[in-house]
């Protein structure tokens, strides 16, 4: 189809010359996550992706049918909105997440009538959950107050180092056999062996125990405490919650239907896509109905037990540490079995992955790697057979599947002829510039946009600036370049800015140094943990060798900040206003640390990887 589409291709003789091209030009496309070759984008300057997203761009421009293609897949209008528009809201927003609360509520700040569509659709385990969206139920909230019960296990095993009694209770005098202080090495319900002749002789003695059913309702109390709280505030802005799902019908209606299969029709002069994502199914695999997601494994009424987790993303390593550390286990046993396709925590810093690998191995975790399941088997005693395309097979309580997740979009009709809302084969996730979908008054944030960072505070505060941009004629836009986040593995890892790999295939090798340090904290010198292979913390300053024509003298700007330990998440966060600011290697040097903690390493950390020299401290 010549006559309707026309290509102009842009060639670079060098690597370097497309990437110098890269780093000045994405920006002025709204493509600054854009890092491969090639980038594509239309005449107006509307950028449309990479090889996958051009590919599948133009298969759906050239079929054979009725379907509408626009010709851009983002295209930027004017949003034609004027205060006596007829319709019955303002605006409505598909989706009751931290996104779509945020800039329901920002909007209704500035006077705009907002209702919000919230309506869990339930997994194929069956679970379900209130108002609030994945952090809140079956993510952020549950995962980090499961990774705290995880860290309060094993502080209690290091407790023992620091002069605790934690095998008694009303400070019963006992003595216990030469196993026993090892046998608490998990932090969680254990039978430890005690000599019968060394029991005081009332007998008044408590083994430390775990229990899941305490956990899971605690943590499902705060949970629908929030779930609660959340409707209170929507009750008291005077915003519309509607517990409906939400369908396309017209540009500004939306078939809205209730959990008994009643529907109504509402219209908006204005409308958020805020629906998030879902966790991918296993495909290929006969069984994989036996798999849980993480949409399930908050709510279980027993503990996982024995479980195999299909995956090597930040989900899967997150639930194998705490369930490694709060399963019912004697000892560091491998109770937990991690299937991995390819690499772990694709697109992350390979050398700070392979930290968190060293250490999740360290606690018991067998991880597999190269193997995809093929059959899940349910048998007689209600175990789980698992067969991996390697030949393995073996025996689990539970089946954890965490491959991935997919846009939320299935049944909101942004397929219908009238909306046709471009997305990425693949995630179905929308194709947007500035949270602007290609139709005008229709926008998405969140985690169902194509090339957002899947982040809740991310969420959060793209809802709020778009509500002051549509409703306050505020102007400013959300950044999505240089954000800090944090994957709760036993132990954290928590980064900012770019990753070495990035920084070296966005700048070059020849500009582009780290400085790293290998430690163990103050806090773990007393404990069992220094004797754990590979368990250690770990820190790596990258920085950009340029010329400061200010100043005019070399500097190391700082373009990415790792690390590897306890609290790293605490840690990062302040950190990433400084990244923001654009700090330096020297100004990093010349700030006083606070001793002894772990984020004064980021003061004192002197040897560069390009040195070759040992970066495993072995003194404060």
């Known amino acids: 189809m010549p006559e309707r589409i026309k290509g102009i291709i842009h060639e670079f003789d060098t690597r370097e010359a497309y990437m110098n091209f890269l780093n000045d030009f994405r920006d002025k496309i709204n493509a600054s996550n854009h890092k491969t070759s090639p980038i594509v984008w239309f005449d107006d300057n509307t950028y449309l992706g990479g090889r996958d997203d051009t590919i599948a761009w133009c298969k759906r421009f050239i079929s054979i049918s009725n379907e509408v293609i626009n010709p851009t897949p983002t295209l930027v209008n004017v949003d034609p909105y004027v205060q006596d528009h007829g319709f019955q809201y303002d605006l409505i927003v598909i989706g009751g997440g931290s996104g779509g609360l945020a800039c329901a509520k920002e909007a209704k700040k500035f006077g705009a009538k907002v209702a919000v569509l919230d309506f869990v659709k339930p997994s194929p385990q069956g679970s379900k959950w209130g108002l609030g969206g994945t952090c809140v139920n079956v993510g952020c909230i549950p995962k980090k107050l499961m990774h705290q019960a995880a860290l309060l296990g094993e502080a209690i095993h290091d407790s023992e180092s620091y002069g605790w009694d934690v095998n008694i209770t009303n400070h019963s005098e006992i003595t216990t056999s030469e196993s026993s202080p090892t046998s608490y090495e998990n932090g969680m319900e254990m039978e430890m062996e005690i000599s019968e002749d060394t029991l005081p002789t009332n007998k008044n003695v408590k083994l430390p125990q775990h229990s899941w059913e305490k956990l899971r309702e605690s943590v499902q109390d705060h949970i629908k405490g929030l779930n609660f709280g959340y409707r209170v505030q929507l009750r008291e802005k005077g915003i519309t919650y509607l517990n409906k799902l939400g369908k396309f019908i017209s540009p500004h209606e939306l078939q809205v239907t209730d959990a008994k299969g009643k529907s109504e029709i509402i219209s908006g002069a204005r409308i958020v896509i805020a629906v998030g994502g879902r966790p991918l199914g296993l495909e290929n695999c006969i069984g994989s109905e036996y798999a849980i997601s993480s949409d399930d494994l908050f709510s279980l009424d027993k503990p996982p037990g024995k479980t195999c987790i299909i995956g090597g993303g930040y989900i899967a390593l997150e639930c194998a540490g705490f369930i490694q550390t709060l399963n019912h286990s004697t000892s560091y046993n491998s109770s937990v079995t991690l299937v991995i396709r390819s690499i772990a925590l694709r697109g992350f810093d390979r050398d700070s992955v392979n930290v968190i690998m060293n250490a999740v191995e360290s606690i018991g975790v067998n991880t597999i790697y190269g193997a995809t399941p093929t059959h899940i088997e349910k048998l007689a005693n209600g175990k789980l057979l698992v067969t991996l395309s390697d030949g393995f097979s073996e025996e689990f309580d539970t089946v954890l599947a965490a491959i991935g997740r997919k846009a939320d979009t299935e049944g909101l009709g942004i397929d219908v002829p009238s909306i046709n809302l471009p997305y990425h084969e693949t995630s179905k996730k929308l194709y947007v510039t500035n949270e602007q979908t290609s139709i005008s008054h229709i926008y998405a944030i969140g985690d169902v ?56 295939d966005f700048f070059g090798k020849d500009v582009i140094d780290s400085y790293i340090s290998t430690f163990q904290p103050l806090e773990w010198s007393i404990t069992n943990k220094t004797n754990l292979t590979n368990y250690n913390c770990y820190t790596k300053i990258i920085v950009k060798k340029e010329f400061n024509s200010v100043t005019n003298k070399d500097v190391e700007l700082v373009i990415g900040l790792h690390i590897v330990s306890p609290n790293a998440g605490e840690i990062i966060q302040g950190f990433a206003v400084a990244i923001k600011q654009g700090i330096t290697y020297e100004d990093l040097q010349n700030t006083v640390g606070i001793h002894p903690t772990i984020a004064e390493e980021f003061t004192v950390m002197t040897v560069t990887k390009s040195s070759g020299l040992e970066t495993k401290k072995t003194s404060c």
């Open 449 to 504: 946009c194509h090339g957002v960072p899947e982040l809740t505070p991310v969420a959060i505060l793209s809802g709020k600036l778009l509500a002051k941009r549509l409703f306050n004629n505020e102007s400013t836009y959300m950044n999505y370049k240089q954000i800090a986040t944090t994957v709760f593995t036993p132990i954290e890892y928590g980064f900012v800015g770019y990753n070495e790999e990035e920084a070296i």
